[in-house]
């Protein structure tokens, strides 16, 4: 028999996200994005955010519908990311995936943001590896993690103990008068910067944990900025932004590594926003080949909160059988996963 067509809900940042998959099939992706919306605020606004779900969940849903070339009655199961993210962003997507269960009559899923994050790799590659691990960098998070089974265990090893590595992107970027959010203007800066020619702290660098911090860096590029500028001198923005990138990156990689090495694992997947920093995807790759692990990292259109991954889970949800959620699952801001 065909698999399930299962359709997937995403609100937890400013992303309203509904996508459609069928097994590890893509059918739908559609995405309507606030982030405009937070550009002038300079970061994401949770009451802005809120409103835009609302007002996008429905017409999104009918998108994906029609992109998908289905109806409301094929779907055959809903999921949802149930956390963390945004409380009221959240809200608005778990209450809609209720509605649909149960307006349509077909099981509900709650699931994990990080481990959708990590299951929708296997759209473009495949099935995961047994087991992997998985590196999330985004605006909202930083986290390694050890991936048994995507659908029934996944394994925190470190996160973040400060700023979020995306989040770190924007708030330099911000310093150096370019635009929310920055991440993208940094990786196109540093092309023509030099990674080497400020030498930036690294957090947490040797300390033989998985965590990360990144606030310590933003403060070193803040008083580097500062210090240039009351000496009246012009800020280097290329240098400044390949420097703050290659400290980031240098970081990310080498723990990435050695969680591998630790863990006796040979794949590693990088996926979030900030998978689709150029540096980050080169060093990432140079690494892995001497480390002799093999590194899948989705395309960016993926890689971004979007409804696919949310879908693609909850796919892996009915294939492994795990039990659907009850129709008063709570949306949990800090959902462990
Ligand atoms: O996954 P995402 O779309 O949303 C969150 O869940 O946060 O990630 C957005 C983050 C932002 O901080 C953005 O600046 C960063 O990803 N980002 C990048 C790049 N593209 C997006 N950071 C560095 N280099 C990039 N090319
Ligand atoms: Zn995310």
Redesign the pocket.
């Known amino acids: 028999a065909d698999a399930p067509l299962v359709l997937g809900i995403e609100t ?4 309203t996200g509904v996508g459609i998959v069928q097994g590890h099939t893509l059918l739908a992706n559609t995405i309507a994005s606030s982030v405009e919306e937070h550009a002038r605020f300079g970061g994401v606004v949770p009451e802005v955010a809120s409103r835009a779900h609302l007002e996008a969940m429905a017409p999104t849903v009918e998108r994906a519908l029609a992109q998908a070339g289905v109806a409301f009655t094929d779907i055959d199961a809903i999921a949802v990311t149930a956390g963390p993210g945004l409380a009221g962003a959240l809200l608005v997507g778990v209450a809609a995936a209720k509605a649909y269960s149960l307006g349509l009559g077909i099981p509900l899923y709650g699931v994990n943001h990080l481990a959708a994050h990590v299951a929708v790799d296997q759209l473009e590659h495949g099935a995961l590896p047994k087991p992997c691990i998985a590196m999330l ?5 930083s986290s390694l993690l050890l991936v048994p089974d995507v659908a029934k265990e996944v394994v925190p090893l470190g996160s973040t103990v400060d700023d ?4 770190a ?2 708030k330099v ?1 911000r310093l150096l008068g370019l635009p929310f ?4 203007h ?2 196109r800066a540093a092309t023509s910067g030099s990674g080497t020619a400020i030498a930036f702290p690294r957090g947490k660098y040797d300390d033989g944990t998985y965590d990360f911090s990144f606030s310590g860096l933003k403060t070193a590029v803040a008083r580097w900025v500062e210090a240039r500028l009351a000496a009246g001198e012009s800020i280097p923005v290329s240098d400044v932004a390949a420097s703050f ?1 290659e400290a980031v990156v240098d970081v990310l990689t080498r723990k990435a590594i050695a969680a591998c090495r630790e863990h006796g694992v040979r794949d590693l997947l990088v996926g ?3 998978a ?3 540096r ?1 995807r080169a060093l990432a790759q140079e690494r892995c080949d001497a480390a002799g692990i093999r590194l899948r990292v989705p395309r ?1 259109g993926l ?3 979007n409804g696919a991954m949310v879908a693609t889970l909850g796919s892996d949800l009915v294939a492994a059988g795990v039990a659907p959620s009850p129709l008063d699952i709570p949306a949990d801001s800090s959902l462990p996963v």
Request: hydrophobic letters at 25%; proline letters at 9%; one cysteine or more.
């Open positions: 937890s940042c400013d992303e960098v985004s605006g909202g998070h979020a590595a995306g989040e992107f924007d970027a959010p920055g991440g993208p940094i990786d990138q979030g926003g900030v689709a920093n150029s980050l960016p890689c971004t909160d």
